[in-house]
Structure formats: C-alpha cells, structure tokens
Antibody, heavy 123, light 106 residues
Framework: QVQLVQSGAEVKKPGASVKVSCKAS????????ISWVRQAPGQGLEWMGW????????NYALNLQGRVTMTTDTSTSTAYMELRSLRSDDTAVYYC????????????????WGQGTLVTVSS | SYELTQPSSVSVSPGQTARITCSGD??????ARWFQQKPGQAPVLVIY???ERPSGIPERFSGSSSGTTVTFTISGAQVEDEADYYC?????????FGGGTKLTVL
C-alpha cells in the first residue's frame, strides 16, 4: 500500500532553516510528484509547491519563492522540503502528498498524504 | 493572488443534506478537488475533477460544478462526517485552497 512517512517534529529559532523529509513507498516514485502543504495552528491549508519525482522540476508558491527549496532523492524515494529564514508565522504542520502536477492532479484520484511534521519557530 | 471562497461553517442534523460551496473565477476554467480533514489527521481526498469520487469514498459524497462555483454535497450526513472541508484548484499554475468549512452534524 502507498505510504508517505515524514521526519519528526522540529523546534527552530527565528532565522534558522528546517529540512523536512518524506519517504515514499508502495508506488513508483518517479511516476508522480510530491506536493507540500502546511497548516498553521487553527488555520486552513496552504499550498507550498510541487516537485516532480521524474525530473525534479519544481513549482513554488509565489509567497515562498526564495525561501523554499524542494528536492528529491530517487535512490531512496525520498522528498525533502527546506525552508530558510524561519519566522514565527512559519510555525505549522507540514504535510507531503504524492500526486501529479498541479493541473493534471486536479483530474486524478492519486493522492496520498504523509502524517505531517510539526515545525515550531520560537526564540 | 487568486482566492477560493467557502462559508466558514455549515450545520445540519443527521440524515439531512449538507452543501458546501466554493466560489472563484478560476473554477470556470479549472477542475476542483475537495478534501476532508478531521482533527489531528491529514486531509483525505473525497472529490476530484469536480465530481468524481475516489475509490473507498462513500456514495453519499458528491460534487458538482456550475460556472465559477463548485458544490460539495453530503446526502444523508452522518455524525462521522463532521470535519473541516477544503476545496482546491489551480490559478496561474499555482495551487490554491479555499479557506475551509467546518461542517457540524448534530
């Protein structure tokens, strides 16, 4: 069965960086991409971006460009999301989700989520 | 930036029909997905391509589209359907979620 397992909770100071991992299993990693979505405490979902599992092409949310980098390691079927220059409003649960690119994905039922990783930014 | 607008809350009694709308100009040109999220859990896809239901999703869940509005419907809502529901689509090749709707079934 498809599984996405994310790395554990992190506590970071403002200005630091965090790198969250997402290890996929149960499907061919290079056939789909990985989206990253975050959710601040008590708030709604925010799309952060998408990376192709096939060629590493990325598509980032405009408000995060310059601070976020998404990468993959196809040898371990693992995706990574690094967020730099952390601020208190980056405190959130970060989710990875497998699926097609943003447009193809809207018409696709392939959609599996990790368990989420809590990132807390506090001095 | 583009927005998808949902009501913040909807309340129904068990067995009634619950409808949640999502409005935005992009919906006239792009499909929408709907996600269900229960407290402390990751979101679950319940509708894709405006009205298609993934395998394993109850038949009482359905979706429809008209112009710039998509609607998620639960026909005969059950207590276990109480959750937050989010619509999702794309604008300028960027993903965008609606603000979410808290569905109360009691």
């Amino acid at each position: 069965q498809v599984q996405l397992v994310q790395s554990g909770a992190e506590v970071k100071k403002p200005g630091a960086s965090v790198k969250v991992s997402c290890k996929a299993s149960g499907y061919t990693f290079t056939s789909y991409g990985i989206s990253w979505v975050r959710q601040a405490p008590g708030q709604g979902l925010e799309w952060m971006g998408w990376i192709s599992g096939y060629n590493g092409n990325t598509n980032y949310a405009l408000n995060l460009q310059g601070r976020v980098t998404m990468t993959t390691d196809t040898s371990t079927s693992t995706a990574y999301m690094e967020l730099r220059s952390l601020r208190s409003d980056d405190t959130a649960v970060y989710y990875c989700a497998s699926g097609d690119d943003i447009l193809t994905g809207l018409a696709s039922p392939f959609d599996y989520w990790g368990q989420g990783t809590l990132v807390t930014v506090s001095s | 930036s583009y927005e998808l607008t949902q009501p913040s809350s909807v309340s129904v009694s068990p067995g009634q029909t619950a409808r949640i709308t999502c409005s935005g100009d992009v919906l006239a040109k792009k499909y929408a997905r709907w996600f269900q999220q229960k407290p402390g859990q990751a979101p679950v896809l319940v509708i894709y391509k405006d009205s298609e239901r993934p395998s394993g999703i109850p038949e009482r869940f359905s979706g429809s589209s008209s112009g710039t509005t998509v609607t998620f419907t639960i026909s005969g809502a059950q207590v276990e359907d109480e959750a937050d529901y989010y619509c999702f689509s794309a604008a300028d090749n960027k993903g965008v979620f609606g603000g979410g709707t808290k569905l109360t079934v009691l």
